[in-house]
Nanobody, 122 residues
Framework: QVQLVESGGGLVQAGGSLRLSCAASGRTFSRYAMGWFRQAPGKEREFVAAINWSSSTTYYAGSLKGRFAISRDNAKNTVYLQMNSLKHEDTAVYYC???????????????WGQGTQVTVSS
């Protein structure tokens, strides 16, 4: 199995940027696809972005493409989410996700982190 720990969340003004990190541990990280979801208060968890092991394939929620970018560094067992031009409606808990394929992660994979809070002030 794999354990996921998010970091990098915090308070940022609208229009600003944040870079989230998700550090993976465990012997099964190699070849795993990774992704990000988010959940705002009172709303369902929603897909943000996903990336395969080789970084050759990425997926984004349509409303976020162009502002958010997912990347990974397999040598560091870490996946990143660069968030630019942040809006108040981006405020949510952001969760890291992993599974054996990028298609599975896009739908919500088997492994989840505990989440990191992102708050965007208006």
């Amino acid at each position: 199995q794999v354990q996921l720990v998010e970091s990098g969340g915090g308070l940022v003004q609208a229009g600003g940027s944040l870079r989230l990190s998700c550090a993976a541990s465990g012997r099964t990280f190699s070849r795993y696809a990774m992704g990000w979801f988010r959940q705002a208060p009172g709303k369902e968890r929603e897909f943000v972005a996903a990336i395969n092991w080789s970084s050759s394939t990425t997926y984004y929620a349509g409303s976020l493409k162009g502002r958010f970018a997912i990347s990974r560094d397999n040598a560091k067992n870490t996946v990143y989410l660069q968030m630019n031009s942040l809006k108040h409606e981006d405020t949510a808990v952001y969760y890291c996700n992993a599974d054996s394929s990028v298609v599975s992660v896009r739908a919500g994979g088997d492994y989840w982190g505990q989440g990191t809070q992102v708050t965007v002030s208006s």
